[in-house]
């Protein structure tokens, strides 16, 4: 069982930046794999970024290039640097996990544990 809360969100205009952050809270030792998603309204939740147990990290092709996700091991967390935001960047922001061997994968059915989310809205 794991706990994870998001922060970070707020509202900038187009072309800034935002740090997300993860903290995951958990009651055993065991390893969690954890990504981020996005969901805005009227649409369905998708993956943003991932890192694989290998350390490789996967984006979204609309992310890329403007995202980075880092993880802290020691202090359980997971970030996410967001860099020249766009409109279409608005969204709430999930930290989502699941037990395991970390592949990177971005779908939404392997995930197990979700956070409540915090909300990113860029102005044009």
């Known amino acids: 069982q794991v706990q994870l809360v998001e922060s970070g969100g707020g509202s900038v205009q187009a072309g800034g930046s935002l740090r997300l952050s993860c903290a995951a809270f958990?009651?055993?030792?065991?390893?969690?794999?954890m990504s981020w998603f996005r969901q805005a309204p009227g649409k369905e939740r998708e993956g943003v970024a991932a890192?694989?147990?290998?350390?490789?990290?996967s984006y979204a092709d609309s992310v890329k290039g403007r995202f980075t996700i880092s993880e802290d091991g020691a202090k359980n967390a997971l970030y996410l640097q967001m860099n020249s935001l766009k409109p279409e960047d608005t969204a709430m922001y999930y930290c989502?996990?699941?037990?395991?061997?970390?592949?990177?994968?971005?779908?939404?059915?392997?995930?197990?544990?979700w956070g409540q989310g915090t909300q990113v809205t860029v102005s044009s």
């Open positions: 890192i694989a147990s290998d350390g490789s990290t």
């Open positions: 989502a996990a699941y037990a395991g061997h970390c592949s990177g994968g971005l779908m939404v059915y392997e995930y197990v544990y």
């Open positions: 958990r009651s055993t030792y065991r390893r969690y794999c």
